[in-house]
């Protein structure tokens, strides 16, 4: 007993066991957001949302999952097999790998490098592979245009998500994410988003379009190219796409909150909860995700140069000023 | 080149309010709304005031009345007058139009409020009244051949020519 | 291995062009690229109905977009000829399936083209009524719609609630909600039921509470929605002209032409409205245009609400509906046009020929000449300026 619990210990049966409760989470967080996804869609439109399934329809995830495992995964017959099977692979593990390196809680967190966000970075731009492997694997007309659409518009996003962050690790001074997290205080108001309003804004942005969402979600074009690069998935499959794409919308309220807005960190000294910040996180990401979900039903989407000019024109130049004005404050402002 | 700004935030503030209000669905099976008295809904015969005229199988657009007629003396009067053996009406063709239900001189035929006219099979939709079923496969109306007319036309275009 | 190559080939065959006018040429410039021919199938959800359009692209750009009509076809020209007169209508209740009420109305003013019948004020008056309450049941969907093929999910909803409540008064004035079969050769079929102008009354009170935030706020200033309408589909209104439309996309781009102005019918010679222009030409235009005639709808069931004379519904018709030989010709201002019927009667029951000149589909020509030059996401918004409806292009 006492040489399984030693073995327990070992770091890569933690590590490895750490990993399989993340992916249990992430994947759980796939399906209920699948559900507050509609519920949301549903109130703002003035209706009910599913409320058939178990009570007030909270089941309904379970249903959906349940239909899916049972439907066939039809192939294009003149597919690339390898690179059609293997998009929803390459879009799922990334998504699902970064939240390793997120701090849930003081002591909760899967592994605390030391290069955090540059971890982030890098291994969210592996998401775009696996949009170009879905739609060129696919080999029909919409959905190369989905692929190239997605491809441009992931690759120009990561340069405003990336310099937005910048204005971050200037101020905490390092890479990792709990440094970060430990760095801002414990009142809102010394949180990362005041001093760096503009820089949030485009990291909110970036990641929208990273996650292909409206109003980025020209990818996906529904009214256009139907589905994009998505459009010759379907069962476990496409199950898989849309886990990973509602894992990386998470992921992305999960990481801003953690850069911008806290962490785990209480909003005022006394509401701390100790071990239990937990809960401090999980309401704040909620928080931004309804924000991703509210956008969505609210606005139409951009087209493809519209969102290239926002990206490049309007964006990096923000951010660029934005990290002077930051290096010049830490520069004139003692002790900042 | 999209700024976000005031549009952006004044059409989220009215989804968001949107978010707070009274849903406007209605439950369907747990509700069913009262429907207005002119609904036209499924088609019925009283059949014991049917004199068998035929005017609105004639009428039908659809052709989806089929009446059976046979003289009978139905009420006693010793006199045989006509009298509709068979009566179906097929709900897969009806499409609610209710030209029968006008031209019926004495008012038998007329919309229910009922709506839900589904079944497992086609055939199951023909609804028969009257005695001997009659087959709703067969159509009561086939297309009539028109004449040409075109010889009348013809001349009238060539001297306008 | 041969009959995967030869299963291939067949799979790409089926997938090209049809052989013949509308197949691309291999035509390469001098960079060595070609285009994509691509076909936006009659299966899309955002087609508006049963369209195919055939587009060739560089890159994201269409260089030709040929649409292809037909999957809704229904010959319903044809089998009115086989059809009494009063058993026509039922049929143009479903050619263009917005705007019920200005189908019937046009070929009801055909048929009494033919004849001599006089029909009471009072039909005149729920005629107009109707119709117009029609177009405000068919502009807000429409505008619905053109925001559900930019992307934005939750207009349409409200749009449908408006409908829903206006379908409910039609329900109540004529028996169904969508294929009325109310207007009739002489009048209209029954009369108003009591309770019904104190409903419509509050309802349009309701709608010009609810319309300003629902269909003006959320839309109008939206910065997205503006970068992707304005400029996109611009016309000229020589260009119009030519191109035969008529309508919303005709007066969007500044020609003032209005059937029920200009070729007045029924009584609207009697109401006072404006006919609503705009000079741009785009698709932000039209969609101006839609939201001021929804208050120019406002504005004209109001007047008719309060003019209405009583008096029967229905004029004299005399035993059997037997119009003399000749012609009959009708139009209307249908939501999306010019609706116009021609009948040829040849003296019997049931007419020669029926022809119907429906908006939706005149206004397609906008599509082949329009379109190319823009990009593949600006098809949707030029679809949401000439918004057709697949009974009418079909019939």
């Known amino acids: 007993m006492q040489t399984v619990l030693n073995l327990l210990e070992a770091e890569p049966i933690r590590l490895f066991l750490s990993f399989g409760v993340i992916l249990f989470l992430v994947l759980n967080l796939a399906a209920i957001l699948t559900m507050a996804e509609r519920k949301a869609s549903a109130y703002i439109q003035l209706r009910y949302g599913p409320n058939r399934v178990g009570p007030r329809g909270l089941l309904q995830p379970a249903a959906?999952?349940?239909?899916?495992?049972?439907?066939?995964?039809?192939?294009?017959?003149?597919?690339?097999?390898?690179?059609?099977?293997?998009?929803?692979?390459?879009?799922?593990?990334?998504?699902?790998?970064?939240?390793?390196?997120?701090?849930?809680?003081?002591?909760?967190?899967?592994?605390?490098?030391?290069?955090?966000?540059?971890?982030?970075?890098?291994?969210?731009?592996?998401?775009?592979?696996?949009?170009?492997?879905?739609?060129?694997?696919?080999?029909?007309?919409?959905?190369?245009?989905?692929?190239?659409?997605?491809?441009?518009?992931?690759?120009?996003?990561?340069?405003?998500?990336?310099?937005?962050?910048?204005?971050?690790?200037?101020?905490?001074?390092?890479?990792?994410?709990?440094?970060?997290?430990?760095?801002?205080?414990?009142?809102?108001?010394?949180?990362?988003?005041?001093?760096?309003?503009?820089?949030?804004?485009?990291?909110?942005?970036?990641?929208?379009?990273?996650?292909?969402?409206?109003?980025?979600?020209?990818?996906?074009?529904?009214?256009?190219?139907?589905?994009?690069?998505?459009?010759?998935?379907?069962?476990?499959?496409?199950?898989?796409?849309?886990?990973?794409?509602?894992?990386?919308?998470?992921?992305?309220?999960?990481?801003?909150?953690?850069?911008?807005?806290?962490?785990?960190?209480?909003?005022?000294?006394?509401?701390?909860?100790?071990?239990?910040?937990?809960?401090?996180?999980?309401?704040?990401?909620?928080?931004?995700?309804?924000?991703?979900?509210?956008?969505?039903?609210?606005?139409?989407?951009?087209?493809?140069?519209?969102?290239?000019?926002?990206?490049?024109?309007?964006?990096?130049?923000?951010?660029?000023?934005w990290l002077f004005v930051t290096a010049g404050a830490m520069l004139i402002i003692p002790g900042n | 080149m999209p700024q976000v700004g005031q549009g952006i935030l004044k059409g989220m503030g009215v989804t968001l309010r949107h978010l707070f209000e009274n849903k406007i669905t209605r439950q369907y099976p747990e509700y069913k709304r009262d429907l207005p008295e002119r609904s036209r809904g499924m088609l019925t015969v009283d059949m014991d005031r049917c004199i068998a005229c035929l005017q609105c199988m004639r009428i039908c657009p659809d052709h989806c009345i089929s009446i059976e007629q046979e003289k009978r003396d139905a009420d006693g009067s010793g006199k045989a007058k006509p009298y509709a053996i068979g009566f179906v009406i097929d709900d897969s063709r009806c499409m609610y139009c209710s030209l029968c239900v006008e031209v019926c001189p004495v008012n038998c035929i007329y919309h229910t409020e009922e709506f839900e006219a589904q079944a497992y099979n086609r055939l199951e939709l023909a609804r028969q009244f009257g005695e001997r079923p009659v087959d709703p496969t067969i159509d009561p109306k086939p297309a009539v051949k028109k004449k040409p007319k075109a010889a009348k036309t013809a001349p009238k275009k060539e001297a306008a020519a | 291995m041969l009959s995967e190559e030869r299963r291939v080939?067949?799979?790409?065959?089926?997938?090209?062009?049809?052989?013949?006018?509308?197949?691309?040429?291999?035509?390469?410039?001098?960079?060595?690229?070609?285009?994509?021919?691509?076909?936006?199938?009659?299966?899309?959800?955002?087609?508006?109905?049963?369209?195919?359009?055939?587009?060739?692209?560089?890159?994201?750009?269409?260089?030709?977009?040929?649409?292809?009509?037909?999957?809704?076809?229904?010959?319903?020209?044809?089998?009115?000829?086989?059809?009494?007169?009063?058993?026509?209508?039922?049929?143009?209740?479903?050619?263009?399936?917005?705007?019920?009420?200005?189908?019937?109305?046009?070929?009801?003013?055909?048929?009494?083209?033919?004849?001599?019948?006089?029909?009471?004020?009072?039909?005149?008056?729920?005629?107009?009524?109707?119709?117009?309450?029609?177009?405000?049941?068919?502009?807000?969907?429409?505008?619905?719609?053109?925001?559900?093929?930019?992307?934005?999910?939750?207009?349409?909803?409200?749009?449908?609630?408006?409908?829903?409540?206006?379908?409910?008064?039609?329900?109540?004035?004529?028996?169904?909600?969508?294929?009325?079969?109310?207007?009739?050769?002489?009048?209209?079929?029954?009369?108003?039921?009591?309770?019904?102008?104190?409903?419509?009354?509050?309802?349009?009170?309701?709608?010009?509470?609810?319309?300003?935030?629902?269909?003006?706020?959320?839309?109008?200033?939206?910065e997205i929605f503006i970068s992707r309408t304005r400029g996109v589909g611009k016309m000229t209104g020589e260009k119009a002209l030519e191109m035969g439309l008529t309508g919303p996309p005709l007066r969007c781009t500044g020609v003032d032409f209005d059937i029920r102005r200009d070729y007045p019918y029924s009584i609207y010679p009697e109401l006072e409205f404006d006919v609503i222009t705009d000079t741009a030409g785009d698709v932000e235009a039209s969609y101006r245009v839609r939201i001021a005639e929804c208050l120019q709808s406002i504005r004209l069931i109001k007047q008719c609400l309060e003019k209405m004379p009583e008096g029967a519904v229905m004029g004299d018709l005399g035993r059997r509906l037997r119009p003399k030989e000749g012609d009959g010709f009708g139009r209307v201002e249908s939501p999306r046009g010019e609706f116009a019927v021609h009948i040829v009667s040849d003296g019997s029951d049931t007419p020669y020929r029926v022809h119907y000149r429906d908006p939706s589909f005149c206004n397609m020509q906008l599509l082949q000449e329009v379109v190319p030059g823009h990009y593949l996401p600006d098809i949707m918004p030029i679809m949401g300026l000439i918004d057709p409806v697949s009974g009418g292009w079909d019939k």
Not at chain 1, 106 to 114: F, S, T, Y
Not at chain 1, 142 to 163: K, N, T
Not at chain 1, 224 to 244: C, D, K, N, P, R
Not at chain 3, 54 to 78: A, N, S, W
Request: glycine share 8%; charged share 15%.
């Open chain 1, 64 to 321: 959906d999952v349940f239909k899916l495992f049972t439907k066939e995964n039809v192939t294009p017959g003149r597919a690339d097999l390898w690179v059609f099977l293997g998009a929803p692979i390459a879009m799922f593990i990334p998504a699902a790998l970064v939240w390793m390196v997120v701090p849930f809680s003081p002591d909760a967190v899967v592994a605390d490098l030391n290069v955090g966000i540059l971890f982030f970075v890098a291994i969210t731009s592996i998401g775009a592979l696996g949009v170009v492997m879905a739609g060129y694997g696919s080999r029909s007309t919409f959905s190369l245009l989905g692929a190239l659409r997605g491809a441009a518009q992931i690759i120009s996003y990561e340069v405003p998500l990336i310099l937005s962050l910048l204005g971050v690790i200037m101020l905490t001074g390092s890479l990792s994410l709990v440094d970060v997290v430990n760095a801002q205080g414990d009142a809102f108001w010394t949180w990362y988003f005041l001093p760096q309003l503009p820089m949030f804004l485009t990291f909110y942005i970036a990641g929208l379009a990273e996650v292909k969402r409206v109003p980025f979600d020209l990818p996906e074009g529904e009214s256009e190219i139907v589905g994009g690069f998505m459009v010759e998935y379907s069962g476990m499959t496409w199950a898989l796409i849309q886990a990973a794409e509602f894992a990386s919308m998470g992921l992305m309220s999960a990481v801003s909150v953690t850069l911008f807005l806290g962490g785990w960190q209480p909003p005022l000294p006394f509401l701390d909860l100790g071990p239990f910040n937990w809960v401090w996180f999980g309401l704040k990401t909620s928080l931004i995700m309804f924000t991703f979900q509210w956008i969505r039903w609210s606005l139409p989407r951009l087209r493809m140069d519209q969102l290239m000019d926002l990206g490049w024109k309007v964006l990096v130049p923000i951010t660029l000023v």
């Open chain 3, 9 to 222: 080939e067949q799979q790409s065959a089926l997938t090209q062009p049809a052989a013949g006018r509308l197949a691309a040429p291999d035509v390469r410039d001098e960079f060595g690229l070609e285009t994509i021919d691509m076909s936006m199938g009659p299966q899309h959800p955002a087609m508006h109905g049963l369209l195919r359009l055939i587009l060739e692209l560089d890159g994201e750009t269409v260089v030709r977009c040929d649409p292809v009509m037909g999957y809704l076809h229904r010959c319903q020209e044809k089998i009115a000829e086989n059809r009494m007169y009063p058993a026509v209508i039922p049929l143009t209740d479903r050619l263009d399936y917005f705007a019920n009420m200005h189908n019937e109305h046009g070929y009801v003013l055909a048929v009494e083209d033919q004849l001599d019948v006089e029909i009471p004020p009072r039909a005149e008056y729920i005629r107009v009524l109707m119709c117009e309450l029609m177009r405000l049941a068919s502009h807000i969907p429409s505008i619905g719609f053109l925001m559900l093929e930019l992307g934005a999910f939750t207009p349409i909803l409200y749009a449908f609630r408006e409908r829903e409540r206006i379908q409910t008064i039609f329900e109540a004035v004529t028996g169904a909600r969508m294929m009325f079969h109310y207007i009739r050769i002489g009048g209209v079929k029954a009369d108003l039921p009591p309770d019904i102008p104190q409903q419509i009354w509050d309802y349009i009170e309701g709608l010009e509470a609810r319309f300003q935030s629902d269909f003006v706020d959320l839309i109008q200033d939206n």
